[in-house]
């Protein structure tokens, strides 16, 4: 069994929907970072959240400690955000989800 | 801010040969970076963590004698990848915590992607 798990593992919407990928995990956790991997490898580090909510731009990530459980929203999506969206937790080492595959059909 | 570059973004070469990539921290130091390795549609599995000035640190299962890391400075690490055979080909990223950061906060590089013959 995996440590962190994703769901769903592939997602296709319309332009313009909201979106919600979700991360459950397994470990005890320092911070928990949401990843956006572009069709060419590159990564960008979209949030690193301990507790609450964060919010930049279109993206808002929540996570729940006693749940241990975070989403991942995405408002008025765009084709711009295909990407794959990895989940990743800290506790003594990183561990990956392996991953939620968005496309954003206009 | 927090850039990080890898160079070569792609790479062909024939089995048996050495391959070395660079990872630079471009606008600040890193204490600490990171050399991962994705397979094709998997996540990302952590190869090594090295520090400037020291010896780096190998996750189990992989061997040093075939990935050297050189942490030589605060903005550069490399990967050398010796004898490289066709199961090597993979995509290589690496990632860097800035100096007074912890661990957890990383800048990921864009990867290298290496193909063996």
């Known amino acids: 069994k995996n440590e962190v798990e994703q769901s769903p593992q592939n997602l296709t919407a319309q332009e313009g929907e909201f979106i919600t990928i979700n991360c459950s995990y397994s470990?005890?956790?320092?911070?928990l970072h949401w990843l956006q991997q572009h069709p060419g490898g590159g990564i960008v580090s979209l949030f690193m959240?301990?507790?609450g909510k964060k919010k930049h731009g279109r993206l808002i990530a929540t996570i729940n400690i006693q749940e241990k459980h975070s989403s991942l929203h995405i408002t008025a999506s765009h084709p711009r955000d295909s990407a794959v969206y990895i989940c990743?937790?800290?506790?003594?080492?990183?561990?990956f989800g392996t991953g939620t595959s968005l496309t954003v059909i206009p | 801010g927090a850039v990080v570059s890898q160079h070569p973004s792609w790479v062909i070469c024939k089995s048996g040969t050495s391959v070395k990539i660079e990872c630079r921290s471009l606008?600040?130091?890193?204490?600490?970076m990171f050399w991962y390795r994705q397979f094709p549609k998997q996540s990302l599995m952590l190869m090594a963590t090295?520090?400037?000035?020291?010896?780096?640190?190998?996750e189990q299962g992989v061997e040093k004698d075939k990935f050297l890391i050189n942490h030589a400075s605060l903005t550069l690490s490399t990967l050398t990848v010796t004898s490289a055979h066709p199961e090597d080909s993979s995509f290589y990223i690496c990632?860097?915590?800035?100096?007074?950061?912890?661990?957890?906060?990383?800048?990921f590089g864009p990867g290298t992607r290496l193909l063996v013959l």
């Open positions: 990632s860097a915590s800035p100096r007074g950061a912890t661990w957890e906060t990383q800048y």
């Open positions: 470990v005890g956790i320092s911070a």
């Open positions: 959240l301990s507790s």
């Open positions: 990743a937790v800290t506790g003594n080492q990183f561990y």
């Open positions: 606008d600040f130091q890193a204490t600490t």
């Open positions: 090295s520090n400037e000035g020291s010896k780096a640190t190998y």
